[in-house]
Structure formats: structure tokens, C-alpha cells
């Protein structure tokens, strides 16, 4: 394979898939990315042709893989890697006298390292407006029990409105 203007075969590569990557993530298909990459003049630089649909596949598998392992990595180098690059955002933020843009890392960067207290949240009901009831099922067995009880006594009452046989007394 020829190399770039650039220098290598690994930075042609490297153009490529990152070319194909972004198209991938804005979710065009294979067959779409063959045909855009001509316009991005993005060609074989051996042959001075578009690149083959295979290669866009091989492209995306390697992509595939190394995203993979992107994910596998460990939190921790993920959070110093983004605290580095707040920091840096932050030192020329306060070099261009940018305070929004300072507060703004600063923000960014307590929620990465959760250093704001909990937001206390009051349970309620699926429909937002009741108190949640953390009752066992026990509890609420008791509590409809006590209501039936309620029920009976007062239908059984003799203020009830009732005469003996059931009817409503007027």
C-alpha cells in the first residue's frame, strides 16, 4: 500500500476509519460509507479508487473491537483522562478571562466525581401527588381488616337508618 501525503500507511488507516467511524455512528450503512468516502476524498491511495465495501467491513470490525475494549477500560483511567482535559479547559478558560466557561468545567467536574451532597428524594405514589405507603402487605392486611371491622359495626348499628329486616327506615 502506498503512503499518504502525510507519511504512513497507519495514518492513511487511521484517516480512514476515523472517516468511517463518524459515518457509522450517524448510523449509514456499509454500502452508504463506500460511497461517501469519494466525496470526502478519502480513496485507495494504491489504486486511486474508491475503497472496496470489504475493506469498509474490515474497517468496522477492527472499529467494532477496539470500542469494546474502550468500554472494558477501567473508570478510574476514564475519570483522570476527563478530569485532565477539564483542567486544561479550565486553565485556558481562566487565560482567556472566561469565567462561564470555568464555572462550567467546575460543574462538569463535580458531577464526575460526585462530590455533591445526595438530593434527598421523598417517595410518593406512581401518580406523584400521595406519600408513599411503605407498609408490608401484613400491615395493609391489618389496616383493610380494621376498615371491614368499621364497616360491619357501623352497618350493624342501630343508628344505621335500618330496621330489623334490612330496609331504610325513613
Same mark, same amino acid.
Given at each position: 500500500?502506498? $503512503? /499518504? =501525503?502525510?507519511?504512513?500507511?497507519?495514518?492513511?488507516?487511521? /484517516?480512514?476509519? #476515523?472517516?468511517?467511524?463518524?459515518?457509522?455512528?450517524?448510523?449509514?450503512?456499509?454500502?452508504?460509507?463506500?460511497?461517501?468516502?469519494? =466525496?470526502?476524498?478519502?480513496?485507495?491511495?494504491?489504486?486511486?479508487?474508491?475503497?472496496?465495501?470489504?475493506?469498509? /467491513?474490515?474497517?468496522?470490525?477492527?472499529?467494532?473491537?477496539?470500542?469494546?475494549?474502550?468500554?472494558?477500560?477501567?473508570?478510574?483511567?476514564?475519570?483522570?483522562?476527563?478530569?485532565?482535559?477539564?483542567?486544561?479547559?479550565?486553565?485556558?478558560?481562566?487565560? /482567556?478571562?472566561?469565567?462561564?466557561?470555568?464555572?462550567?468545567?467546575? #460543574?462538569?467536574?463535580?458531577?464526575?466525581?460526585?462530590?455533591?451532597?445526595? @438530593? =434527598? $428524594?421523598?417517595? @410518593?405514589?406512581?401518580?406523584?401527588?400521595?406519600?408513599?405507603?411503605?407498609?408490608?402487605?401484613?400491615?395493609?392486611?391489618? =389496616?383493610?381488616?380494621?376498615?371491614?371491622?368499621?364497616?360491619?359495626? #357501623?352497618?350493624?348499628?342501630?343508628?344505621?337508618?335500618?330496621?330489623?329486616?334490612?330496609? $331504610?327506615?325513613?
Amino acid at each position: 500500500m502506498a $503512503v /499518504n =501525503k502525510n507519511g504512513s500507511r497507519k495514518a492513511t488507516i487511521d /484517516n480512514r476509519r #476515523r472517516a468511517v467511524a463518524g459515518m457509522r455512528l450517524r448510523h449509514l450503512t456499509q454500502r452508504e460509507i463506500v460511497t461517501q468516502l469519494p =466525496k470526502m476524498d478519502i480513496l485507495n491511495p494504491d489504486t486511486g479508487e474508491p475503497y472496496s465495501l470489504g475493506i469498509v /467491513n474490515s474497517d468496522l470490525k477492527a472499529l467494532h473491537k477496539q470500542w469494546q475494549e474502550d468500554a472494558a477500560q477501567d473508570t478510574s483511567v476514564l475519570v483522570a483522562m476527563t478530569r485532565a482535559e477539564l483542567e486544561e479547559v479550565r486553565r485556558k478558560a481562566w487565560a /482567556n478571562n472566561e469565567l462561564a466557561i470555568v464555572l462550567r468545567s467546575l #460543574r462538569q467536574e463535580c458531577d464526575l466525581l460526585g462530590l455533591d451532597a445526595p @438530593t =434527598k $428524594v421523598a417517595p @410518593t405514589d406512581p401518580t406523584g401527588t400521595k406519600e408513599y405507603d411503605s407498609s408490608t402487605d401484613t400491615e395493609r392486611i391489618g =389496616k383493610l381488616l380494621g376498615i371491614l371491622d368499621a364497616a360491619r359495626t #357501623r352497618r350493624d348499628s342501630d343508628d344505621s337508618g335500618r330496621d330489623d329486616t334490612g330496609s $331504610v327506615v325513613a
